[in-house]
């Protein structure tokens, strides 16, 4: 209820929409979201709306059926905002017929007057207001004719007679002063006498009725004539004003009208444009809101973009897209299947370890518990014991030659795969990853998808950063890997200065570096080198790898995802058909991919190749 205690109803012109699953995402390939995702950002997520939207099916109905949604609510403000306008428009029509009624009727009067003052009677001034105010104009302001008649013209005989009046007035009043009881008597007010123009100034400018009804009563013929000629000339200025006031007034109407229409067309255009933009910035908003529930882009900066959680599942199916390409058994491999034969018991973590529960003892702890009923928090099952722990550093070139080919796309692609594969295949691992061109940095997964080509190539400040990281590290298992398109071109100075331009200086301290970091105990290194028309670089690259005691391998960028899964894989020095790794000075003998896999054995087989493998290196 409302204060003064009128009941108000509920505004019922907006009307609730039924609820529907509107769900954008669930339609979508996952593959290619999040693949446009991570590539162009969520423009490349929009496009892929587009593109989908245009081929039809469920995806193209529910977003029509949204879009829909939005029209209705859209047509329920603009008819909101156009009966608005008509409203408007209907209160000024009935301002301006209430001014025409009320111009109309003071111009009745006015022509009423007009035809009173042709007759002009005392009577008529008393009933007639117009009449009198015309009157009253006409004494106040006479015309021209009405002063011409109020003025008397003397003669020279008149003007002297009243000379001497005037004299023979004044020794009367000086002698007969001292006389008590003598008073001049009051001079006899002459009949018929003419209404000068000073007693009219003497008067003022205000004319009360009576004095009108006096003024009359001492008008000759001529004055009355001049008086009616002016007074009806003042109404029919008067009826003229009204009239141009009418025409001003219908105009200015007519104009606001207009105006009002043409305002309410405009408003109508203008909102059925925004309404049209907003049900595109509503569809994109929902997908933007959709990416950010599920995780895969936050705002950052003021923008979204993508999130861990985004890259983390990019870079798994880079994995998937890789292994297409590798042979069944490194496959295996990759995926950790290699059993190492011992296994503890333990409180089940994931549904994909029912295979090897512990039935006696879960069902026996049920029991206990006094429930018939297993639960999986209280679920017993056998767990293999991972007999290796990992730590593996990644290193990237991201220098200004990097973004020539495309070459750091496909490096970014790479490293993200063989992360995501050192991490499946050891869950427990250690994984850092570092970007280096004149400064060398430590990054996480988003930052090197988002990692762009800088300056100089600054080799031992990477080296620097692996050894630190290293060097402290208890994992049984040590692999470094460095990816790089060149030779060595910057130095750092004791005093932290970056230098470059001296090829020299810059290899010797990327080689003092080198040493450092081949003291660390266990450790496999693997250099590549993106193919180049210039031997020097190849030369520099192995002259590395035989201070790290590692391998090199030299590849096409495009498959440079692929030589580093083989690298990780297989726990050998391979040499494969489409590329090429081998140690930087072989000393031991070397297996092709196939020999390695096929070996097999036990864990403990395969540890102990590494071993004699790594021994050969050295």
Known sequence: MSMDGAVQLPDCTSVPEEPTDEDFLSLLPRAEVVRALAERGIEGALELLKREEARGGDLSRRIASFRERLRRQASRSISRLTQDYEKRMSDMEGVRVRSRKLLKEEMDRLRDSLQRAREFSQADLIGDANLLDAVRSALLLPSDALKASLTVKKTLWQRLREFFARIAAALRNLFGRGKKGKHPAPASKPKGRPLTLAR??????????????????????????????????????????????????????????????????????????????????????????????????????????????????????????????????????????????????????????????????????????????LLEEESYVYREIRSESVHAVLLLDVSGSMAEGGKITAAKKALLALYMAIHRRYPDSIIDIVAFDSNARALDLVELWEAEPGSFTNTGAALQIAYQLLKSSRASRKELYLITDGLPESYTEPGGAVRSGNLDKALAYALAHARELSTVQTLVSTLVLLKSDNPAYEKAARTLANVLKGYVVVTDPRRLAFEL??????????????????????????????????????????????????????
């Open 200 to 373: 009219l100034a003497f008067l003022g400018r205000s004319l009360t009725p009576d004095m009108t009804g006096d003024l009359f009563g001492e008008l000759t013929p001529g004055q009355m004539a001049a008086l009616k000629d002016s007074a009806q000339k003042n109404l029919a200025s008067r009826e003229r004003e009204l009239e141009k006031k009418d025409r001003g007034e219908e105009d200015r109407f007519r104009r606001q009208r207009d105006q009002l229409a043409q305002e309410g067309a405009d408003a109508k255009s203008l909102s059925e444009r925004r309404a049209q933009d907003e049900e595109r910035q509503q569809v994109e908003r929902k997908l933007r809101d959709e990416l950010s529930e599920r995780g895969w882009v936050s705002e950052r900066s003021g923008h979204l973009a993508v999130t861990y959680g985004l890259v983390e599942r990019f870079a798994r199916l880079m994995l998937e897209e890789e292994e297409k390409a590798l042979p069944e058994g490194l496959r295996l491999s990759l995926r950790g299947q290699a059993s190492t034969g011992l296994y503890e018991r333990g409180r089940m973590r994931e549904l994909i370890e029912l295979s090897r529960m512990d039935l006696p003892g879960s069902l026996l702890q049920s029991r206990l518990r006094g429930s018939r009923h």
């Open 565 to 618: 899964l083989v690298r990780f894989g297989s726990d050998r020095v391979v040499e494969m058909e489409m590329g090429e790794a081998r140690p930087a000075e072989p000393k031991g003998p070397s297996m092709s991919a196939a020999e390695s896999m096929a070996r097999g054995g036990s864990s403990r087989e395969r540890r102990k190749a590494r071993r004699q493998a790594s021994t050969g290196a050295a």
